[in-house]
């Protein structure tokens, strides 16, 4: 069974990005993955979202979209909030498109149990003996440098200080719900926007107006659930770098980030496709 892993395209960023999907649509039709998962990101508005999935309607794979943060925004749609967004407008686009929304919908394909969700951030990939308390970290600013997810994500009722902190439950939850009713004897196959490794991030600890912004990359906090569940393997995003290890619970961890024009080494998208997008042949 053929797997293709791609995260992070922000199709509303670039017009290369928009090419490079359409790109990945033509490849997908000619090389045939059973499975297609995008981790994230795709683009803010639901008009565009909507638009970018249809270009698959020929593919007969099992097409699996992942909110991310940037799903999240509200910048550019009037009376639009991100958890109506989340728990409505998202999952409605994406079904009408014949994608699976896979956040509490996890689905059995084969030997394989897929399972999915955002995640969020914590500030908890921070190392020790960074000079920040919480309060720092809710401003999501430091210096003129500001994480947009503090201007453009709304969820109401609650604060700044307490956002992070309940939609990262939130998610746990759900994944702990979906992760404890996978049939005896299939292999668990998570994907997931946000990561959950330290060892992901290279902190200098000598420019923390800098480094402050790595307390946004994901959350160690769900690592407990690679402990307690066998996960075979985790597909994420966000931090826009290709990546493919084997964490210390014995999963494999892998990241297939398009990313902005200005990351990529090259303008064709062509190549950056080829270069990123994450091809597995499951046993």
Known sequence: ???WLISDVHLDSHPKNLELWGLLAKQALRDK???????GDVCERLDVLHEGLKIFN????????IPGNHDLWCRQESQVDSLKKLEKLLPDVVQANGWHWLSQNPIVMGDYYLVGSAAWYDYSLMPEGHPFQTEDFAKKQRGSRQWMDGKWCHFPDQSSETVDFWLRDRFYQELYT???????G????????????KELLNFTHKDWDFEYFGAFMGSSYYRSL???FPVTLHG?????????????????????PIGYLKEWGTDSAEVRLQNVLMRLDLE
């Open 33 to 39: 993955p059973d499975i297609l998962v995008v981790a």
């Open 226 to 228: 690679l402990r307690e």
């Open 58 to 65: 020929a593919l007969e794979a099992l097409k699996i979209y």
């Open 186 to 197: 299939k292999k668990i196959l998570l994907f997931t926007h946000f990561p959950f490794y």
């Open 1 to 3: 069974m053929k797997l």
């Open 236 to 256: 994420c995003g966000h931090l826009h770098r290709v990546c493919d290890f084997v964490s210390e619970e014995g999963t494999r961890v892998v990241m297939a």
């Open 178 to 184: 979906d992760l404890s009713r996978c049939p005896f």
